[in-house]
């Protein structure tokens, strides 16, 4: 087990004790949530399979919309540093 293996495994330490940076910190969990995000979109577009499931056009369209919405809403926020409101998906 090597110096890096053992940094990555500590949750908020670094090996010397050291509380990790704001940097290391947004590194390790926006990381992490942008892989699950594109897992779940991976996941999503299985639903594209029209021998398993059965959609109108105008279904995906509100379903990429809200989607696209809501990535508008994190471009904005990352660049004004602004804090946005949930929000919820329905057909």
Known sequence: MNYIHLYKCKNMKRPEGKPKTK???FNEVAGRRVQ???N???NLSKCANKN???YTEEETKKMVKA???KLAVLKASFSANSKSGKQTFEF
Do not use: A, M, Q, T
């Open 40 to 42: 779940d979109l991976d």
């Open 52 to 54: 398993s499931y059965e």
């Open 23 to 25: 940097k290391e910190r």
């Open 36 to 38: 699950k995000v594109l």
């Open 67 to 69: 989607i696209s919405d």
